[in-house]
């Protein structure tokens, strides 16, 4: 319950003004606290998310989705909706309902594919096993982004209140960047809805309909990581351009002025304005120049690297690492980046305390790590 308190008072009193850090030129760290053992393989794998047994979901961008145990028995879940796979869509997110145990639903987010592009869907269903075979029952979109297109940045990370009571979906700006601060495109935003996809009555628009209704804070650009602190506190990271990937924390009705300003450039090398030169816009309370292109995130609260509480996990696919930021009352500040060797591409937390990756490759590795030496 504390953990609700703290985020009701959070939202009361909005997003507090932060230190900036540009955690870009930070160095490797030497040495690594954990072993790193591969677990199973996928053809470029999206997400992970953990059952309350232990197993996991692990979605493949091409369309497939898969229950693992922890030994690596794969077994292929099935039927899923068709998906457009091009480029940087297909199947991504899956998130688990925090009453499983009840309601058996799972989320998934994906490219639908259509006659003017694709366009993002969140949908649900309810996850069942019939003689050891797993597959999806009454699978219902519940959020479909309109207009469709063909280009990227899709977002599509989902995150649960601490409470249960409300569903937090990121959407990308699809790479038409003023779609972030058009308030009636669903592009460049976070929503907030109910579990079942319809409005929350206390959403800061919600008597407005439509996409405002929805939204929760917009001027987001590439946003591929989502997670609610230990403290309560909603987070998230985007991708910047060319420089300014970005971590805010995220309070309703902030704009993060994506793509009106950035710390970094575009990519023909041309200025975008910085953050501390629109007052009016929520900066980043930590971004990377040069980038790390960031994905997954995961706050660490287990037992077995209790240095790391509180702290968020993040997968770097450009710096190959994962990275680790330790937030604090006033801010955010890198203190570990330990290179992997292959792009991370998303971070997952399981209930003994040991931390899960998946790499971003055509034969991605699930690997679990564990402090080093047992």
């Given at each position: 319950m504390w953990r609700v308190a703290?985020?009701?008072?959070?939202?009361?009193?909005?997003?507090?003004?932060?230190?900036?850090?540009?955690?870009?030129?930070?160095?490797?760290?030497?040495?690594?606290?954990?072993?790193?053992?591969?677990?199973?393989?996928?053809?470029?794998p999206w997400a992970i998310a953990f059952l309350p047994d232990g197993r996991l979901l692990v979605t493949e961008r091409g369309g497939r989705l898969f229950l693992v145990t922890p030994e690596g028995d794969k077994r292929e879940v099935s039927p899923l909706p068709e998906v457009d796979a091009d480029g940087q869509l297909g199947l991504l997110d899956v998130a688990v309902s925090p009453r499983f145990a009840t309601d058996g639903l799972i989320y998934l987010t994906?490219?639908?594919?259509?006659?003017?592009?694709?366009?993002?869907v969140l949908a649900r269903a309810r996850l069942v096993e019939t003689g050891g075979a797993p597959r999806l029952e009454n699978a219902q979109p519940i959020w479909r982004q309109g207009p469709q297109g063909r280009r990227g940045h899709p977002g599509g990370i989902i995150a649960f209140s601490p409470d249960g009571a409300h569903l937090f979906l990121s959407v990308g700006e699809r790479m038409r960047g003023d779609g972030a601060q058009n308030p009636d495109a669903p592009l460049g935003k976070v929503l907030r809805l109910l579990p079942d996809g319809t409005v929350p009555p206390d959403n800061p628009q919600a008597a407005a309909g439509g996409v405002r209704a929805q939204t929760w804070t917009t001027g987001h650009r590439n946003p591929y990581g989502l997670a609610?602190?230990?403290?309560?506190?909603?987070?998230?990271?985007?991708?910047?351009?060319?420089?300014?990937?970005?971590?805010?924390?995220?309070?309703?009705?902030?704009?993060?002025g994506w793509p009106e300003v950035s710390n970094g450039d575009t990519y023909a090398g041309l200025s975008i304005p910085d953050h501390d030169t629109r007052p009016e816009f929520t900066p980043p309370v930590l971004y990377w120049t040069p980038v790390i292109a960031p994905a997954g995130l995961a706050f660490y609260d287990g037992p077995l690297f209790p240095g790391w509480w509180g702290s968020a996990l993040i997968g770097g696919l450009r710096a190959e690492a994962l990275v680790r930021v330790e937030i604090t009352p006033d801010g955010a500040r890198e203190v570990d980046r330990w290179p992997m060797g292959a792009r991370i591409r998303d971070v997952a937390v399981a209930a003994d305390g040991a931390v899960w990756l998946i790499e971003d490759d055509a034969r991605g590795r699930l690997i679990r790590l564990t402090p080093a030496g047992g």
């Open positions: 703290v985020l009701a008072l959070v939202l009361a009193c909005g997003c507090p003004a932060l230190a900036q850090t540009n955690a870009g030129p930070s160095a490797d760290s030497p040495d690594r606290p954990f072993a790193a053992t591969p677990v199973a393989s996928f053809d470029t994906y490219a639908e594919p259509g006659r003017t592009g694709a366009g993002l609610f602190a230990p403290d309560g506190r909603l987070w998230l990271h985007e991708m910047g351009p060319r420089g300014g990937d970005e971590v805010n924390l995220i309070a309703p009705g902030q704009n993060y």
